[in-house]
C-alpha cells in the first residue's frame, strides 16, 4: 500500500500534507509513503527529515503518485494534476468543490475517490479529523497577529512615566473556531474585545472570555444555528437590524476582524462602504473570509488596501498558510487520523467501510461518479402520462 504527497500546485500554498511524524505513523500501518521533492520546504520541513522518518523522496510528483492507493493532498488537485492521479486511488485534502463542479467532475472522470476533508461531520469520534477546526483555530490567531501588526500601535494599556496608552479595542464578528480564538489572543494581548454572532450559543462562550458581546437578541436570533453548528443566512430584515446596531459600534473599534462563512455560500457582507469610512483613520479591517467574497465591502483579495480615510483592509488569502509549521503538523494529523479509519490493521491494506458515517459525508466520487448528495445529478422524473383529451394546468 504506497501513499503518495505530491507537492501543492495551488496558488501560494504552503502548507504540505504529511511531517515526518504523520510519514512513521503511516509506515507503522504497512504503507510505503513517497514525498515529492521539496513538498515540505515551505513549512520548514526538509527532504532529509522525511527520508529519516523513513519515507521515500521523489524527484517529481510523477515518480510519487506511481501505483499509490492513497495521495494525500492539503488542496483539491489542480487540473495539471488530475490527469496523472493513478486511477482507483483515494484522493484526500480540502476539496473546496461548491463552485468548482467542473473540477469535481473531473475527478470521478479520472476514477479516483476523492475525499473532502472539510465535509467530515462534527461528532466525538471525528473531532481529531476536523481541518476546518484546526485550520480556523490558527487563522483566528492570525488574525488578530496581522491586524496588531498593521495597526501598529500597542494593544494593551499601559501606564508610563511620560503617559497612560489607552488600551486598543477590538470587534470579532463571528464566533466561530476562528473567532473564538481571535478573541482568546486579543484578549491576552490586552486589548478590550468585544463580538458578535448570529448564533445565540456564542453568547455564553464569548463571555467566558472576558470579552462583551453583540447582537440584536430577537426571535429570528434564538433560532439561527443548524444542527451541525453552524449558522444560518439570516433574513434581510435581521440583517439590517444587526447592521444598524454595528454601524455605531463599528465607528469606534481600532481593529475589526470577520469571520463569518457559511458553507457552500458566498461570505455574508457585514461591513458596508458607509461603516469603514466611519472608521478613525489608523484602524484595521482584517478579513477572514476574503476567499469567499469577502465580509468587508471593500476588501481585496490578496491585498492590504488602504481606503481615502486611513483605513487599512487586510484580505490575505490561505491565512493559515501563514503559519505553515504550525498548520502542516495540525492538518497532517488530521489527515492521519481519517487515513487511520481507511486501513486494515490485520492485513495492513486499504479497506473501505463505503457504509461508515465519516466516508459518506466525506466522499465526493466513485467508480467515475459523482456520489455526494450534495453534487450527484438529480435523476429525470418522467412526466406522468396525460389521459387522451386531458388538459394539463400549466
Known amino acids: 500500500m504506497r501513499i503518495a504527497v505530491p507537492a501543492e500546485t495551488q496558488g501560494a500554498e504552503t502548507r504540505v500534507a504529511a511531517t515526518p511524524e504523520t510519514v512513521r505513523k503511516f509506515i507503522g500501518l504497512g504503507a510505503e509513503v513517497a514525498v515529492e521533492k521539496g513538498a515540505g520546504l515551505a513549512a520548514g520541513i526538509n527532504d532529509a527529515d522525511?527520508?529519516?522518518?523513513?519515507?521515500?523522496?521523489?524527484?517529481?510528483?510523477?515518480?510519487a503518485l506511481k501505483g499509490a492507493a492513497i495521495v494525500l493532498k492539503v488542496r483539491r488537485p489542480a487540473e495539471s494534476e488530475i490527469a496523472g492521479l493513478p486511477a482507483g486511488a483515494l484522493v484526500i485534502g480540502i476539496m473546496d468543490p461548491y463552485g468548482n463542479e467542473a473540477a469535481l467532475e473531473a475527478l470521478s472522470k479520472a476514477n479516483v475517490a476523492a475525499f473532502a476533508m472539510e465535509f467530515m461531520p462534527r461528532i466525538t469520534r471525528a473531532q481529531v479529523m476536523d481541518v476546518l477546526s484546526s485550520q480556523a483555530n490558527l487563522a483566528g490567531y492570525r488574525a488578530?497577529?496581522?491586524?496588531?501588526?498593521?495597526?501598529?500601535?500597542?494593544?494593551?494599556?499601559?501606564?508610563t512615566a511620560a503617559g497612560t496608552v489607552p488600551a486598543a479595542r477590538i470587534f470579532i464578528m463571528g464566533v466561530g473556531v476562528a473567532g473564538l480564538q481571535a478573541i482568546a489572543t486579543a484578549r491576552r494581548m490586552g486589548a478590550i474585545v468585544t463580538a458578535t454572532d448570529?448564533?445565540?450559543?456564542?453568547?455564553?462562550?464569548?463571555?467566558?472570555?472576558?470579552?462583551?458581546?453583540?447582537?440584536?437578541?430577537?426571535?429570528?436570533f434564538k433560532q439561527a444555528q443548524t444542527a451541525g453548528g453552524y449558522a444560518k443566512e439570516m433574513s434581510k430584515e435581521y440583517q439590517a437590524k444587526q447592521a444598524e446596531l454595528t454601524a455605531s459600534h463599528i465607528a469606534k473599534q481600532d481593529i475589526v476582524i470577520t469571520?463569518?462563512?457559511?458553507?457552500?455560500?458566498?461570505?455574508?457582507?457585514?461591513?458596508s462602504a458607509a461603516m469603514v469610512e466611519s472608521m478613525k483613520p489608523g484602524s484595521v479591517i482584517v478579513d477572514l473570509a476574503v476567499e469567499r467574497g469577502g465580509n468587508c465591502e471593500l476588501a481585496k483579495p490578496g491585498e492590504v488596501a488602504v481606503t481615502p480615510n486611513g483605513v487599512k483592509i487586510v484580505g490575505h488569502l490561505n491565512v493559515p498558510g501563514r503559519l505553515a509549521a504550525t498548520s502542516s503538523a495540525l492538518y497532517a494529523k488530521n489527515l492521519f487520523a481519517f487515513v487511520e479509519t481507511l486501513i486494515d490493521k490485520t492485513s495492513k491494506s486499504l479497506a473501505v467501510n463505503w457504509d461508515d458515517e465519516l466516508v459518506k459525508a466525506t466522499a465526493l466520487t466513485r467508480d467515475g461518479a459523482v456520489i455526494h448528495p450534495n453534487f450527484a445529478a438529480k435523476p429525470v422524473v418522467a412526466p406522468a402520462p396525460v389521459a387522451e383529451g386531458s388538459v394539463q394546468n400549466g
Open 50 to 63: 522525511y527520508v529519516a522518518a523513513g519515507a521515500t523522496v521523489t524527484k517529481t510528483a510523477k515518480e
Open 144 to 159: 488578530v497577529v496581522d491586524g496588531a501588526a498593521e495597526y501598529g500601535r500597542a494593544l494593551p494599556m499601559m501606564m
Open 198 to 220: 448570529v448564533r445565540p450559543a456564542t453568547k455564553e462562550q464569548v463571555e467566558s472570555l472576558g470579552a462583551k458581546f453583540l447582537a440584536v437578541e430577537d426571535d429570528e
Open 259 to 271: 469571520t463569518a462563512l457559511i458553507p457552500g455560500r458566498p461570505a455574508p457582507k457585514l461591513i
